[in-house]
């Protein structure tokens, strides 16, 4: 019903903030327990169609097959970063959230927070 628009919505007895509100709730629960099972994979699920979709645009038939090919190349030169920077092997999920955490700030600051 939200997708109606808010006008719509509130004529069918929505009650369209706290519906938005539970949207963002569940949406934001679920990506962090997808995060917590997954781990590593996790932020690269998260960062690397952001940055595919940056590239080369929002046509999925182009999107999800530069999606996989951007997040086997990105996993890749982590993997190599974690084992080339020192004596002992860096886990994988600090070079991530190094990279993932300033990429999401920067997307927020530079759409606003709209996608």
Do not use: C, Q
């Amino acid at each position: 019903v939200l997708s109606l628009g808010d006008s719509e919505a509130t004529t069918l007895g929505v009650n369209v903030t706290l519906s938005r509100w539970i949207a963002i709730a569940a949406a934001t629960v679920s990506t962090a327990a997808a995060v917590s099972v997954a781990g590593v994979v996790g932020w690269v699920g998260l960062v690397v169609p952001h940055m595919a979709r940056m590239i080369v645009g929002v046509d999925h038939r182009r999107l999800l097959p530069a999606s996989a090919a951007f997040g086997a190349v990105y996993l890749a030169l982590i993997d190599n970063l974690a084992r080339n920077m020192s004596a002992g092997e860096i886990p994988l999920g600090i070079l991530n959230a190094i990279v993932g955490a300033p990429f999401f700030a920067l997307l927020l600051r530079r759409t606003g927070g709209k996608w």
